[in-house]
């Protein structure tokens, strides 16, 4: 093994624990690998002047981008809170084009993916961001394929994290694919977080989506979904329910609440089977009767699909009992 170089792309208003999160992992590595096989990692902006992060911070540049040409083993954009919204950084987007002849693996750290979105780096992937910007990244970026509930997820060389102390988790997955799990979880109990989260509880809810009329046809249909989960639901019987023609409901549902009424009710089985895994000891069989899957194995293929973890997985991680 030989070190690995790690560049992380920085901006005005970065989030500094999108920053500070993934350093601290790679850096405590070097403290556990063999002299020669750790990581050294340099910050990467427009300039080297001190910048402000979101938190009044001031974080400076190790390299300018006009002097980053060299080759990375790893580059990561970190986020931060105004970038969903922002309009493009021109030389942060410049300097993310090349990522992927820059570097062996590039991502993003939360909201970060929005500035890889506009580099054209997310067309054709799986990728994942914070929570709260998810269905937005969904919409901006309409040829990627956002997964609501990974905190963290990797497409070929392209690898992405959920919100700001996800990049923790991402660096550690990082650490454990190059050194083994033994190395991650000695960095982890180091850093005293978790060594091996996976589907998070705060990642999602189907009642992100919901309408702002609570009174409207969409709503109530949200709400009969919700108030009988464990029943099947079809396009017709849900407009039925509210009384709409299935074109206009179809058509009035993905407009309102931004996602298909069949992606709706998924959600809404995922979360309330996750609320049933996290606090009661009922069997697996029954969790998935109960929440519309219709067996053990189907709840089990929907739940790998979307956290990226079994329900047995999801129970052993986040069980309050």
């Known amino acids: 093994m030989a070190v690995q170089k790690v560049a992380i792309a920085i901006h005005e208003g970065v989030q500094a624990l999108d920053v500070a999160g993934p350093v601290d992992v790679f850096a405590e590595t070097n403290g556990f690998v063999a002299a020669g096989d750790g990581y050294e ?19 400076s540049a190790d390299l300018s981008f006009d002097e980053a040409r060299d080759g990375f083993d790893i580059l990561l954009v970190a986020g931060g809170p105004e970038l969903p919204d922002a309009e493009p950084d021109p030389e942060l987007t410049q300097w993310l084009r090349a990522a992927p002849e820059r570097a062996e693996l590039y991502g993003s750290i939360c909201t970060g993916a929005f500035a890889l979105g506009h580099a054209g780096l997310l067309d054709g992937h799986k990728v994942t961001t914070h929570w709260q910007n998810a269905q937005r990244l969904a919409a901006r970026f309409p040829a990627a394929e956002v997964m609501f ?20 988790d991402l660096g550690l997955a990082l650490v454990a694919e190059r050194h083994g799990p033994q190395v991650a979880v000695a960095v982890a109990k180091r850093l005293v977080v978790v060594a091996q989260r996976q589907g998070g509880q705060s990642q999602f809810s189907p009642y992100l989506t919901a309408p702002i009329d609570e009174g409207s046809p969409i709503a109530r249909a949200q709400a009969h979904v919700m108030q009988h989960v464990g029943e099947r639901h079809t396009l017709q019987s849900l407009a039925e329910t509210v009384g709409m023609s299935v074109r206009n409901f179809g058509r009035a549902f993905a407009q309102e609440a931004g996602i298909t009424p069949h992606e709706f009710v998924e959600r809404a089985r995922i979360d309330a089977a996750r609320r049933l895994l996290e606090g009661s000891d009922r069997p697996l069989k029954a969790v998935a009767f109960d929440c519309g899957f219709g067996s053990a194995d189907r709840m089990r293929i929907v739940f790998t699909e979307r956290l990226g973890v079994s329900p047995a997985q999801y129970r052993s991680s986040f069980r309050t009992l």
Do not use: C, E, Q
């Open 41 to 59: 990692t340099v910050l990467v902006g427009a300039s080297r002047d001190p910048l402000r992060a979101s938190n009044g911070m001031k974080i």
């Open 149 to 168: 509930d990974r905190i963290h997820i990797r497409d070929g060389r392209l690898m992405t994290s959920a919100g700001v102390t996800a990049g923790i």
